[in-house]
């Protein structure tokens, strides 16, 4: 069982820069791969970002990649998305997830734990 605790959301303008968390209980943390998704309001879910469970492979979505950084901390059982300049249309709530597949993906239902989220809001 794993419980995950996300921090680090706000309000800020366009090009600004946020660094979110996500604490993880649980002996086994370092075990799992681990995922950022978020949604957006009246849309779905969707990937963001994934690193496996020693940090040394990592993934992201087209509308991040070169902005967002995922990383992880396996001592402090954390898990990290540094974001950099920042877009309006990066207004969401962002979620950290778990997985114990074996394979590394993109997909929601391949996560097992999920935290409460954290809201992120960009002005222009």
């Known amino acids: 069982q794993v419980q995950l605790v996300e921090s680090g959301g706000g309000l800020v303008q366009a090009g600004d820069s946020l660094r979110l968390s996500c604490a993880a209980s649980?002996?086994?943390?370092?075990?799992?791969?681990m995922g950022w998704f978020r949604q957006a309001p009246g849309k779905e879910r969707e990937f963001v970002a994934f690193?496996?469970?020693?940090?040394?492979?990592?993934s992201y979505a087209d509308s991040v990649k070169g902005r967002f950084t995922i990383s992880r901390d396996n001592a402090k059982n954390t898990v990290y998305l540094l974001m950099n300049n920042l877009k309006p249309e990066d207004t969401a709530i962002y979620y950290c997830?778990?997985?114990?597949?074996?394979?590394?993906?993109?997909?929601?239902?391949?996560?097992?734990?999920w935290g409460q989220g954290t809201q992120v809001t960009v002005s222009s």
């Open positions: 649980g002996r086994t943390f370092s075990s799992y791969n």
């Open positions: 690193l496996n469970w020693s940090g040394g492979a990592t």
């Open positions: 997830a778990a997985s114990s597949f074996g394979i590394l993906s993109t997909l929601s239902r391949r996560y097992e734990y």
